[in-house]
């Protein structure tokens, strides 16, 4: 009768729910999400921000001077 009690117990400690790797998996996510915004914001404001940009390069070109 001990063994099925001592197989029960193994078998529930390696086959049971384990939650550990949740984290990562949400870490993932959110990180992937993240990067899902950032590339959908630069292809969407893309064209409208490289001016300002070039403006500001410009500026600092100039500024520094040689």
Same mark, same amino acid.
Not at 45 to 58: D, E, H, R, T, V
């Given at each position: 009768?001990?063994?099925?009690?001592?197989?029960?117990?193994?078998l529930?400690?390696? $086959?049971?729910?384990?939650?550990?790797?949740?984290? $990562?998996?949400?870490y993932?996510?959110?990180? +992937?999400? &993240?990067? &899902?915004?950032? =590339?959908? #914001?630069?292809?969407?404001?893309?064209?409208? =921000? +490289?001016p300002?940009?070039?403006? #500001?390069? +410009? #500026? &600092?070109s100039? #500024?520094?001077?040689?």
């Amino acid at each position: 009768m001990d063994y099925f009690y001592l197989l029960h117990g193994w078998l529930r400690s390696r $086959l049971g729910r384990d939650e550990r790797g949740a984290t $990562l998996v949400e870490y993932v996510l959110l990180v +992937s999400m &993240i990067a &899902i915004a950032v =590339i959908g #914001a630069v292809v969407f404001l893309g064209s409208q =921000i +490289s001016p300002k940009f070039n403006q #500001a390069g +410009s #500026a &600092i070109s100039t #500024a520094s001077g040689p």
